[in-house]
């Protein structure tokens, strides 16, 4: 008789540089870290720091004199549709930062925002419900210059699709 073994979970921990190195070598990115660093130096004063959680698909710095802007480089693919983030801030106003397309760097995309305070970011986090709340309260999406239900929904279908699709 053989005996139970719960399966065990690889260890996998969580660093600052091996998250900003998997975006510049395994995720496909065309330019360096020093590259996007020298782009954003260039653009704005200040100190340049990565933000502590690095997402998959970018590198988020924090830049600016007083430290206010936010700037991301992200993968082709991963790239934000700038009409949901208008629309996004037509239903739910300064809630949502403003974000600027600063174009590409190599292959990979830059945007930038103004960077949260503490206190804004903690109202974000207890307003959260209220949010999405708003969303389905507003109702009326069609009347928004920039929603498009038809296509809102077949873009919907097709991810919904594609993620069943990779399961």
Not at 81 to 91: F, H, R, V
Not at 100 to 121: C, F, M, Q, W
Request: one cysteine or more.
């Amino acid at each position: 008789m053989e005996s139970y073994r719960p399966s065990t979970m690889p260890n996998v921990v969580y660093t600052l540089n091996n998250a900003i190195d998997t975006f510049f070598s395994k995720a496909g990115a065309s330019s360096s870290k020093i590259e996007c660093d020298d782009f954003v130096r260039r653009r704005y004063e200040g100190q340049i720091l990565p933000v502590n959680i690095q997402g998959l698909t970018s590198y988020t710095v924090i830049a600016g004199p007083k430290g206010n802007k936010i700037i991301q480089f992200r993968e082709q693919a991963a790239l934000l549709d700038m009409n949901m983030l208008e629309l996004a801030k037509d239903i739910h106003g300064e809630v949502v930062p403003s974000c600027s397309e600063l174009g590409l760097h190599g292959e990979n995309y830059v945007i930038a925002r103004p960077s949260l305070t503490r206190d804004k970011r903690l109202n974000t986090m207890h307003s959260l419900a209220s949010f999405f709340a708003q969303s389905w309260q507003k109702g009326k999406l069609a009347s928004s210059r920039l929603a498009n239900m038809s296509t809102i929904s077949t873009e919907c279908y097709a991810r919904f699709e594609e993620y069943v699709y990779l399961q």
